[in-house]
């Protein structure tokens, strides 16, 4: 088998943007005996019929949030089949399987299982697909096997301990270099550019970081892997490496049908645009106005630049709205409008009126937490079930203090953005040090901590324990340079980062309070744990900042941590579908968690400008429309009750209280002259 050298794909001559081709539309002719009995005029409104309906060529369809896309593209690859295409000539490409498997047994019910034939899936399965014929070529065998994220990280890992890299300086851990190396392949940058942008904490190390991504790349090669990323890669090297297979495979499918295009990435874009450059058949469907993932290589401007790169491009709307009241879709509309870079577009109530959405003052988010408990209680008496209420929020930390609240109140619910807080990781880190001050027996606790510094691992953390529990003052023995000296060099270096965050714990254990302990923590180096361990270190850190701020409030560590341990255990968070508890539950998600989904009642949490939008976007234009974006869907996903919550003060540690203005995508909308056609109602919490 030849061995096909692999490009350099961290340099940044390997990413050039895709040639935009000029093409013949080729056309089907129908079958005869094709089934013609679909209903269009009774399945689709006007604007959806006139997309299923369309001619060949590109196409672009804005399809606004709640305006039946998915029902549309179901319908599109039914006329499809139905005009005569081929099943098997269609590919239909969305961002999870489920999505697409739920599609294709839809048209399958109109039209029968030869449907079935549709190459249907995500980027991903489709590579895949592609890549099990043409791996070869690559120098790949066609039995090749797919590492999954775990896998991956394994591997990564075994290729930081066999690099020749400099062990002196921490290194990012092995989940982080498998971020950095995806983002370097889905935004098709250089490293030193991804370094910079994302991780500029580590530009220091880049050579090393080099060496291990070059490391990884060649071991996958010689083990017959690929990990994610590479399916996308590699898809991408087939057709442009060998341009009889990109004739082939592009010649193959006359129709191209792509799904949420707004999401897509750089890669992702030349895919497309490579798969339709013989017939020039491509249907994209997404919402500008809705690309919020940014974060993850998402590029907005594919679904915007599309009409310049395919010429003849066929626009259409998709406004009529099926989901939300006329008064949450006009503080919606209005909003966006704020946003230069978009496809103007209005979205239309297809349902009766309804209330306006609140504008809620409150004096803290610990008095936010308490509003959005007593209201969501109120709804519930009303007749809504927890199930159909949902809080969403920019950032996680924001749900701090309403988780909390939530459990004192015995509300049961779920956190879909990830874990609750006091279970997060890096939260139960930092706690960890806590509570071994507070209780120097605390064999788990210490044990967990130890093993952040570099060096340290599970059998010499087991080693210092012992040596701990020996000594009839722990406390010392922490602190003390006897308990270094058991270790080699490289630990020790480590081990002394921790015995700066000993010494100033144990010197102020009885003084200082909870939220000061844990700044204590952040600054003496585990900070620095945090980002070459964590991949969205700067989400985690504002975490650790924010618990920080609510342990201020507590006098001394006996109360603080007796709080958590109770938090902790309630049964007001014990939520499991399927188990003896309950199964009706409030949910609490991020935003970016909460896209293509709804809820009769949303809460927005914390809207004040530095919390939403976020700190880093102030400034910069195209972060502050993504941010607007971010808005935008956090309003869509309501049915009929929607409360935006602004807290109008904030306490920090040390600093005292400050006022808050109210977000910008607040204050935009805001009519002093005549409130009365202001998007709310102005809601003042009394008491509390």
Request: proline letters at 5%; hydrophobic letters at 40%; charged letters at 25%.
């Amino acid at each position: 088998m030849a061995v096909i050298p692999m490009p350099n794909w961290m340099t940044p001559a390997e990413f050039k943007s895709p040639v935009v081709r000029k093409y013949t539309l080729k056309t089907s002719t129908p079958d005869e005996g094709v089934n013609t009995n679909i209903d269009y005029e009774r399945e689709l409104n006007p604007q959806q019929r006139a997309v299923v309906l369309a001619g060949p060529g590109p196409m672009l369809v804005i399809a606004g949030a709640g305006s039946g896309k998915t029902h549309t593209l179901t319908y599109r690859v039914a006329h499809l089949v139905e005009r005569g295409v081929k099943p098997e000539r269609i590919m239909l490409l969305t961002f999870t399987n489920k999505a697409s498997r739920a599609m294709v047994d839809r048209v399958s019910g109109i039209l029968g299982d030869r449907v079935k034939k549709v190459w249907a899936g995500t980027f991903h399965s489709m590579a895949n697909r592609i890549l099990r014929q043409d791996g070869h070529l690559l120098g790949y065998p066609n039995d090749y096997t797919i590492l999954d994220g775990e896998d991956a990280n394994t591997l990564m890992k075994v290729c930081v301990a066999e690099a020749d890299v400099d062990r002196t300086k921490r290194l990012p851990k092995a989940n982080v270099l498998t971020s950095i190396h995806s983002a370097c392949v889905n935004t098709q940058q250089a490293l030193h550019d991804v370094l910079m942008e994302k991780y500029p904490y580590f530009i220091e190390q880049i050579q090393d970081i080099r060496v291990i991504l070059e490391l990884y790349r060649d071991r996958k090669f010689e083990m017959a892997v690929m990990d994610f990323d590479d399916l996308l890669l590699n898809w991408r090297r087939v057709l442009t490496q060998h341009p009889e297979r990109l004739k082939y495979w592009a010649g193959k499918f006359e129709h191209l049908l792509v799904d949420e295009y707004q999401d897509t990435n750089h890669l992702q874009g030349e895919l497309i645009d490579l798969m339709a450059s013989e017939h020039g058949n491509v249907m994209v469907v997404g919402d500008d106005c809705q690309s919020i993932y940014a974060f993850r290589g998402a590029d907005y401007r594919n679904i915007l630049e599309f009409p310049e790169r395919y010429e003849g491009c066929k626009q259409y709307r998709l406004e009529i709205n099926y989901r939300s009241t006329p008064e949450v879709l006009d503080l919606a509309n209005r909003s966006i409008t704020f946003n230069t870079r978009q496809f103007q577009k209005t979205l239309q109530a297809s349902r009766p009126e309804g209330p306006k959405p609140a504008l809620v003052a409150v004096r803290d988010v610990y008095q936010q937490a308490e509003f959005v408990c007593q209201r969501i209680l109120e709804l519930v008496d009303e007749g809504l079930a927890l199930s159909d209420v949902a809080v969403l929020y920019r950032s996680h930390y924001h749900s701090m203090e309403l988780q909390v609240e939530l459990t004192k109140r015995n509300i049961p619910y779920i956190v879909r953005s990830g874990l609750r807080f006091f279970e997060q990781a890096h939260i139960k880190d930092v706690l960890a040090y806590l509570r071994f001050v507070y209780n120097p027996r605390d064999e788990i606790s210490f044990m967990r901590l130890a093993q952040h510094w570099q060096g340290v691992g599970a059998q010499r953390a087991q080693m210092l324990w012992d040596k701990i529990q020996q000594s009839s003052s722990p406390l010392e023995m922490v602190v003390s340079d006897e308990l270094t000296a058991m270790l080699p060099k490289r630990a020790a270096h480590g081990w002394k980062q921790a015995n700066m965050i000993f010494k100033r714990l144990v010197k102020q254990r009885h003084t200082a309070s909870p939220g000061e302990l844990m700044e204590h923590v952040l600054e003496c180096g585990y900070e620095d744990v945090v980002r070459s361990t964590f991949d969205n270190a700067d989400n985690r850190v504002a975490d650790l900042e924010q618990m920080a701020n609510y342990g201020a409030q507590y006098k001394n560590l006996d109360g603080f941590l007796n709080e958590i341990s109770l938090l902790t255990t309630l049964t007001g968070q014990d939520i499991s579908v399927g188990s003896d508890t309950p199964d009706d539950y409030v949910c609490l998600t991020s935003i970016h968690q909460a896209k293509g989904l709804e809820w009769p009642a949303c809460f927005v949490l914390s809207l004040a400008e530095g919390f939403f939008p976020s700190q880093q976007s102030i400034g910069d234009v195209a972060q502050t429309e993504e941010e607007r974006r971010l808005f935008y869907v956090a309003t869509t996903r309501a049915q009929d009750d929607l409360y935006l919550c602004h807290p109008f003060t904030h306490a920090v540690r040390g600093k005292g209280t400050t006022f808050l203005r109210p977000s910008p995508f607040i204050v935009e909308l805001e009519d002093h002259q005549d409130p009365e056609t202001e998007p709310w109602e102005r809601w003042m919490i009394e008491g509390g």
